[in-house]
């Protein structure tokens, strides 16, 4: 048989996710690998979303509550929203998908900057959906006034959702409320038209300007925030995003999505994981160290880098990665390279634990001894 498909799908680039551990302790018979390439909370998930998990085991015969009651109604609380604010996903990832299948017609536009987070551009090219993409500005910052040009002088024909990730992965880079209302401002009052902030990593932001997002939606009804429990709260395996919308769209969303699309310990997790404010608190605090740490080392090995407020930095090394990724892989180490997002000669590096961090800069060191010039 030859299956035929849309030439969308025929022609679809998957996700490259970070290469996962174990393959690669089989693959070069390693003991000892360190993978710092997904973004991932270093520290384990907390103690009491373990037990938690371990005390629904025995449900696990049921389906989930299709709703989500007590976990949409604990984050409604915690973030000040109404209940009808929100909606879950699995992950955000799924609620990236279900925007733009739900908003965005075959044929339509959504809005994207370059080396901006790819998800958003995979699950448009699926549901048939272009993508307008914006060079960044220098710096790595995200062309938010090439935008709101854009929008003002309704030169985006065709576009419904304009996708902005802030911070920005895989950069780190920010931007400020100021730059974000210029934004809203230009769109407002355009008709079928959304801005969607993806937060992933709001809890590390340590810049004082960032945007209160939660604040301006109440003020601009086209804003919707989309964020995850994967990073900060450590529950990337089980997969909980949510966004905070608009009623209206919620219910659009709630039609089309899966009826058990946050399964029920996915549900519990996050439950408990709201709950363990210290895991919180140390998971931040790892990653500012982690950061600052891995400020002064790269400095120190002359590697320019991006500062980041995200869990992650992102590194030059001067020349294309896939020789430095294959050395750094020998010696046990999982860094992400980003020749897929336009940057050959950048690695992305997650903040681990201190001890897998200096394991980093030390493997990173005997690079630039031995092989780079
Ligand atoms: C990690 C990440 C996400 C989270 O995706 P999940 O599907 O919730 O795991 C979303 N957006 C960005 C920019 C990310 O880096």
Redesign the pocket.
Known sequence: MNWEVSKEIETLVPYAPGKPIEETKRELGLDHVVKLAS?ENALGPSPHVVEALKNALPEIHRYPDASGYALTQKLAAHLKVAPENLVLGN????LIDLLIRVFCRPGEKILVAEKS?I?YQICAQAAGVKTQSYPLEPGFQMPLRAIAEDLRSGRCEGAKILFL?NP??PTGTYFNEEALVEVLEAAKGRKNFMVVL?E??NEFVRASDYPDTLALARKYPQLVVMR????VYGL?GL???YVVAPPQINDFLHRVRNPFNVNSLAQVAALAALDDKNYLTQAQKLVWDGLDYFYKELAALNFEYVESQGNFVLFDVGQPTPDVVSYLLKKGLILRPLAGYGLPNHLRMSVGLASENEFAISVLRQWRSEVSR
Do not use: H, I, L, Q
């Open positions: 973004n992950g955000s990832n799924e987070f998800a990730p920005n992965n993806d992933a990593y995850t429990m994967a990073k990337a997969r909980v995003g």
